[in-house]
T-cell receptor, first 114, second 116 residues
Framework: DTEVTQTPKHLVMGMTNKKSLKCEQH?????MYWYKQKAKKPPELMFV???????INESVPSRFSPECPNSSLLNLHLHALQPEDSALYLC?????????????FGPGTRLTVT | AQKVTQAQTEISVVEKEDVTLDCVYE???????LFWYKQPPSGELVFLIR??????QNEISGRYSWNFQKSTSSFNFTITASQVVDSAVYFC?????????????FGQGTILTVHP
């Protein structure tokens, strides 16, 4: 079963709100990723977790705060976002974090910041 | 630096036509991996294929086939007898062995529309 689930599917939040995006996988994968995708653009990597530890932060603003509570769950905490942060946020997982492993993506959360 | 170019921004075909999506890549590594992903309107990226740099065999999976040519740094994707359900954005991506955390460099994507 190659399934990554994400909640919520849609989220509208004001610039002063605090919200969280959730991602879950039950494939036993040890690497998990957050991507941001703007319309008609490819996904952009934000964070990589490997064995529940943050491996990579691609210079993401601190208003995005990732968390990996366990090997199956990945959260993205949002605070004081800007309208330009509106995008599709995709979670992905892979068996390991090396270059040879394909990543499996969730359906994404469509975020609108008002 | 690694780079992936998908020169075709949009392609429109009629059902049952064959269509080829082009992908050209640049890398300095001798070991690397190439991927194709499909993104339907629902938003989820669906993994289609992975190919490593030492395996130049073409691959066929049902109506899908891939042509990997290191000599031209290309990894093209052909859909035979296209169907409306093939309508999606298709991304080609590259990951170099030297990238320890598996970062994917995506092309800009090709929007494929299959008309009935």
């Amino acid at each position: 079963d190659t399934e990554v689930t994400q909640t919520p599917k849609h989220l509208v939040m004001g610039m002063t709100n605090k919200k969280s995006l959730k991602c879950e996988q039950h494939m036993g994968h040890r690497a998990m990723y957050w991507y941001k995708q703007k319309a008609k653009k490819p996904p952009e990597l934000m964070f990589v977790y490997s064995y529940e530890k943050l491996s990579i932060n691609e210079s993401v603003p601190s208003r995005f705060s990732p968390e990996c509570p366990n090997s199956s769950l990945l959260n993205l905490h949002l605070h004081a976002l800007q309208p330009e942060d509106s995008a599709l946020y995709l979670c992905a997982s892979s068996q390991e974090s090396g270059s040879s492993y394909e990543q499996y993506f969730g359906p994404g959360t469509r975020l609108t910041v008002t | 630096a690694q780079k992936v170019t998908q020169a075709q921004t949009e392609i429109s075909v009629v059902e049952k036509e064959d269509v080829t999506l082009d992908c050209v890549y640049e890398t300095r590594d001798t070991t690397y991996y190439l991927f194709w992903y499909k993104q339907p309107p629902s938003g989820e990226l669906v993994f289609l294929i992975r190919r490593n740099s030492f395996d130049e065999q073409n691959e066929i999976s049902g109506r899908y086939s891939w042509n990997f040519q290191k000599s031209t740094s290309s990894f093209n994707f052909t859909i035979t007898a296209s169907q409306v359900v093939d309508s999606a954005v298709y991304f080609c991506a590259l990951s170099e062995l030297g990238t320890s955390y598996g970062k994917l460099t995506f092309g800009q994507g090709t929007i494929l529309t299959v008309h009935p």
